[in-house]
């Protein structure tokens, strides 16, 4: 069975930065594509990053590019979100997935960490 655990959210001010970690369990990162996810309220979800399980693209959406990094440690079995000048509009719950039958298809999703910025 795949688990996916997100940790690393908060409250930080406006300019800061966090870190996301997922913990994987039950498949190897390294194998799959990754991705993180967020809604905000009212919102829907919308993609934030993908990481390709083969040669490590990566993919951002237009409003983090630049701002926020995927990336994963086989090792640990983890994938991470570095997110660095943060705004208030980054402020949304933060989803870990990944697609484990098509490269695009995230099927298997992680339970959320609040990620929220204060100006």
């Known amino acids: 069975q795949v688990q996916l655990v997100e940790s690393g959210g908060g409250l930080v001010q406006a300019g800061g930065s966090l870190r996301l970690s997922c913990a994987v369990s039950?498949?190897?990162?390294?194998?799959?594509?990754m991705g993180w996810f967020r809604q905000a309220p009212g919102k829907e979800r919308e993609f934030v990053a993908s990481?390709?399980?083969?040669?490590?693209?990566?993919y951002y959406a237009d409003s983090v590019k630049g701002r926020f990094t995927i990336s994963r440690d086989n090792a640990k079995n983890t994938v991470y979100l570095q997110m660095n000048t943060l705004k208030p509009e980054d402020t949304a719950v933060y989803y870990c997935?990944?697609?484990?039958?098509?490269?695009?298809?995230?099927?298997?999703w992680g339970q959320g960490t609040q990620v929220t910025v204060f100006s």
């Open positions: 997935a990944t697609a484990r039958k098509t490269p695009t298809d995230f099927d298997s």
């Open positions: 039950g498949l190897a990162v390294g194998y799959y594509t």
């Open positions: 990481l390709n399980w083969s040669g490590g693209r990566t």
